[in-house]
């Protein structure tokens, strides 16, 4: 008896030429053409058939080439919504303290990587979070400064909205802003404890400014191949003058073009910079355009104090007034706006602004570009309802809720139960018709495009629950029509070719409500199933990726 092939060992390796036309069968082809498919026929890079077993027949006889796939799964490719490529590649390559269990071993670590490195240059890190810490605190400037021995570090906390720095790299930043009267003098600055605000703005931008080219391209590599590597074939990258620059964004886009990997979709995070982003190639004018902070770094903009900082209630970035201006005039343009925005207080700016625009411009204008708001966290019914109104997009990300969301979770510490509770309600906006863009805000949360589907399946707050193969749309068609693109993320005759291909596993049907019977494998119920995301469970292993027919990714 013959045994069937290792699935995925016919398609054509990364680098190498695709068949013009490929029969992918004898496993399951995740696609609302046909909920009991176990084939799909690719030509020229695009989805020609999807069916079962007894038609794929007289498709292979005139394919190139037939892929055997050993019970596999095949879905469309995953979409995240919202990456920032060169600091994902900088914390998979080198100083990543994400997960680090205490304050002690966190300085341990910064030291020996500093130690381990040639000298000269900036060290760029990411990930740390006191709130894991049984120390509850940051490190003190003069504890950063022992363990850096004199180089200048740059460590951004987990949310990137604050950051530690090395006295070497603080002296570096203020010799750039002394005509603006130093790095002391910009709100945010502490002279002992992490940057906020435009301190923290500058200090970044200081040591992004001292990344070589190569070292830059090498990042950036490193992050689309692990996207590759997980079944993402679309990228969202977020940038702007306050988060990384325009030769960071133009050198993805170029490195993106190769086509040996993920597709990458560029967003200009600059005020009223609509020319600037059609030059440097962005698809819009938005993606983090700040309005607000971030609930870890008490900078996200709240109606109401922090619980554990009563003298706070975050910074506000952007006016309702300057939120319009920038609405106005990418609409008049044709173009997409976005915004980040976290807090309630920066959500009411966001909507006050967009809604004078429709006012202004019409409705039907603004809700023709989808223009799209990252984050979107603290909604409550009006916000909810204005979103839908409005047409904006949602581009949200579930893992912040595994992160930091539940009773004893980072969203209790800053804000309290009540107001916890209330985060993330991506029940809510779908019920009102929201469009949902589930992605990673990587290096903020991993590339790990199940885990988030997970998330929201599995949301700390029960009521916030969604259906897996509903956050798994929002993980997929959802990044495409985020784009205004409506005819890709799912396998459908005619839809572009780019999609993963899973080890073969139990499918089932999950949905949230724990009242009624949250899974199915009855196959009578007409719904395609997707693999069993109960938490505690491994996740699907990726065998490979394809974008538009061409394999970027094969498991060894």
């Known amino acids: ?63 190139d080439a037939v892929t055997d796939l050993a019970g596999a799964l095949v879905t469309p490719a995953f979409v995240d919504a919202h990456v920032h490529a060169t600091a994902t590649g900088l914390a998979l390559t080198g100083l990543d303290l994400t997960g680090c269990p205490s304050l002690a071993e966190a300085l341990a670590r910064i030291a020996a990587f500093v130690r381990a490195r040639p000298a000269g240059g900036v060290v760029v890190g990411h990930g740390w979070d006191e709130t894991r810490w049984s120390e509850r605190r940051a490190p003190t400037l003069a504890e950063l400064d022992d363990a850096c021995a004199g180089a200048a570090v740059y460590l951004s906390r987990t949310d990137v909205h604050s950051a530690l720095a090395s006295s070497a790299l603080r ?41 070589g080219p190569a070292q830059r391209e090498g990042a950036q590599r490193a992050a689309l191949r692990r996207a590759a590597e997980v079944g993402i074939g679309a990228v969202h990258e977020c940038a702007g003058p306050g988060i990384s620059s325009a030769e960071d964004l133009t050198g993805l886009l170029a490195l993106a073009e190769q086509g040996d990997g993920p597709e990458v979709f560029g967003y ?20 983090d355009l700040f309005v607000d902070g971030a609930i870890g770094s008490h900078t996200a903009c709240l109606h109401a104090p922090y619980t554990d900082a009563p003298a706070e209630e975050g910074a506000g970035y952007l006016t309702a007034e300057q939120v319009a201006d920038h609405v106005a005039a990418c609409t008049e ?10 807090g309630d207080a920066a959500l009411t700016d966001l909507l006050r602004g967009v809604r004078a625009v429709a006012d202004r411009l019409g409705l039907a204008r603004v809700r023709a570009l989808r223009h799209r708001v990252e ?29 930091w969301g539940g009773p004893d979770g980072m969203y209790a510490d800053r804000l309290g139960a ?41 949301h700390r707050t029960p009521e916030h629950r969604i259906s897996v193969r509903a956050a798994f749309t929002a993980h997929t068609r959802g990044g495409w029509r985020a784009l205004g693109r409506d005819d890709a993320g799912t396998l459908v005759p005619g839809a572009p070719a780019s999609y993963a291909v899973w080890s073969p596993a139990e499918l089932v049907v999950q949905a949230p409500d724990e009242r009624v019977a949250n899974w199915s494998t009855d196959p009578r119920s007409g719904v395609p199933g997707l693999p069993d995301l109960t938490p505690g469970g491994a996740v699907p292993r990726c065998l490979a990726t394809v974008v538009r027919g061409r394999t970027v990714h094969l498991a060894g």
Do not use: C, K
């Open 1 to 63: 008896m013959t045994s069937r092939p290792t699935p995925v060992r016919a398609l054509p390796a990364p680098g190498e030429p695709a068949p013009r036309t490929l029969l992918l069968r004898g496993g399951h082809v995740y696609s609302p053409a046909d909920p009991f498919a176990t084939a799909v026929l690719v030509q020229d890079g695009t989805v020609a058939w999807v069916g079962s077993e007894s038609a794929a027949d007289s498709y292979a006889r005139d394919a």
């Open 171 to 211: 002296a570096l930043a203020d010799r750039e802003a002394a005509a603006d009267g130093g790095l002391a003098a910009l709100p945010g600055h502490h002279p002992e404890q992490p940057l906020t605000r435009a301190a923290h703005h500058l200090v970044r931008a200081a040591a992004l400014a001292h990344l």
């Open 268 to 287: 200009w995070g600059e005020l009223g910079a609509v020319d600037t982003a059609r030059r440097l190639g962005a698809v819009g004018a938005g993606g």
């Open 333 to 342: 343009a044709g173009m997409q706006a976005g915004f980040h925005a976290i």
């Open 375 to 403: 984050h979107a966290e603290m909604l409550d019914q009006d916000g909810i309802a204005a979103f839908a109104e409005l047409g904006l997009t949602a581009s949200v990300q579930p893992a912040f809720d595994a992160a």
């Open 418 to 458: 009540d107001r916890a509770r209330t985060m993330n309600p991506f029940a809510a906006l779908l019920r009102a018709g929201v469009p949902l863009a589930f992605g990673s805000d990587a290096p903020v949360t991993a590339l790990d495009p199940w885990g988030t589907v997970r998330a929201a399946a599995f």
